[in-house]
T-cell receptor, first 111, second 112 residues
Framework: DQQVKQNSPSLSVQEGRISILNCDYT??????FLWYKKYPAEGPTFLIS?????DKNEDGRFTVFLNKSAKHLSLHIVPSQPGDSAVYFC??????????FGKGTRLHILP | DTGVSQDPRHKITKRGQNVTFRCDPISEHNRLYWYRQTLGQGPEFLTY????????KSRLLSDRFSAERPKGSFSTLEIQRTEQGDSAMYLCASLTPKETQYFGPGTRLLVL
């Protein structure tokens, strides 16, 4: 039973354009959402988070949008850069409990 | 380096052997988590500690797995009688006061 779903295993985006990664969740008790980036053979690196009391959080080129009624969040990267090529994990937690991860989306930034 | 560290980074072992991994969290983080990641999956929760107390264990953590955090600082994860299905990346994370988990580089285990 996947509580956090990333339905796109991979995504290719032209350098300089916007990358949009999507995530859906099923547990309405989740109140904290995170995006992690992962390179091969490394641990996940925290990118950005959002609390359920907000609908948008921005940090530089990264913006996370949360739509609680649809149980959907998205990560926007603009402009996309070659170094953004990695696997992106959407994750959610209830309070400071364990994090539940999606299966990830592999982002390819094309030159 | 003030990040989460894990040792070893890689471990190859034969089926049936015991292995132990170590995690040193960011100092002053009183919560420490262990996750496992297999190919094509996101990290899956195994267990976590609040200081030295182990507060929750996933059903993924069979009797062959044991984790400790004796002094509330570093933690160890031991797998006894390893099986090929144990091959995975084992990740440790510690929790900041703002409730963001920061991960170590992981230990990649291969059981032959």
């Amino acid at each position: 039973d996947q509580q956090v779903k990333q339905n796109s295993p991979s995504l290719s985006v032209q350098e300089g354009r916007i990358s949009i990664l999507n995530c859906d969740y099923t547990n309405s008790m989740f109140d904290y959402f995170l995006w992690y980036k992962k390179y091969p053979a490394e641990g996940p690196t925290f990118l950005i988070s959002i609390s359920s009391i907000k609908d948008k959080n921005e940090d530089g080129r990264f913006t996370v949008f949360l739509n609680k009624s649809a149980k959907h969040l998205s990560l926007h990267i603009v402009p996309s850069q070659p170094g953004d090529s990695a696997v992106y994990f959407c994750a959610a937690s209830e309070g400071d409990d364990k994090i539940i991860f999606g299966k990830g989306t592999r982002l390819h930034i094309l030159p | 380096d003030t990040g989460v560290s894990q040792d070893p980074r890689h471990k190859i072992t034969k089926r049936g052997q015991n292995v132990t991994f170590r995690c040193d969290p960011i100092s002053e983080h009183n919560r420490l988590y262990w996750y496992r990641q297999t190919l094509g999956q996101g990290p899956e929760f195994l267990t976590y500690f609040q200081n030295e107390a182990q507060l929750e264990k996933s059903r993924l953590l069979s009797d062959r797995f044991s984790a400790e955090r004796p002094k509330g600082s570093f933690s160890t994860l031991e797998i006894q009688r390893t099986e090929q299905g144990d091959s995975a990346m084992y990740l440790c994370a510690s929790l900041t006061p703002k409730e963001t988990q920061y991960f170590g580089p992981g230990t990649r285990l291969l059981v032959l």
